[in-house]
């Protein structure tokens, strides 16, 4: 059961990290009925494979970003690469000092 709460959990971040207000919202999104993800939170039932597959396209990542525990907002992640991808070597190389940096301060 442990991996039900963590789709629970990932729907509700994944949701808030796109800005949407509600799960009644997210639902209508998806053209569900309004209770469709408060019923997938609450237990009630469980997300089908095609349902999932639909809302990772939403929320446009895949399968395997949806269950990485250390991505929690991956549309944010694509765009930052999108920027940087563009960037000439050296810059990236500061990016990447910054981060590292970032990330030592986070621990």
């Given amino acids: 059961m442990e ?3 963590f789709v629970r959990k990932r729907i509700t971040e994944l949701r808030l990290a796109k800005g949407i207000p509600s799960e009644r919202e997210l639902s209508r999104r998806l053209g569900k009925n309004e209770l469709y993800i ?3 939170l609450s237990g009630k039932h469980n997300i ?3 349902s999932f597959f639909d809302l990772c396209a ?3 990542i895949s399968p395997q970003e949806f269950f990485d525990p250390n991505l929690h907002n991956p549309t944010l992640v694509k765009e930052a690469l999108a920027v940087i991808e563009r960037l000439p070597d050296d810059d990236i190389r500061q ?3 910054l981060a590292k940096k970032l990330n030592r301060k986070d621990k």
Avoid: N, R
């Fill in 95 to 97: 990016l990447m000092e």
């Fill in 58 to 60: 939403y929320f446009e």
């Fill in 48 to 50: 089908g494979l095609s």
């Fill in 38 to 40: 408060q019923h997938i």
């Fill in 3 to 5: 991996y039900l709460d």
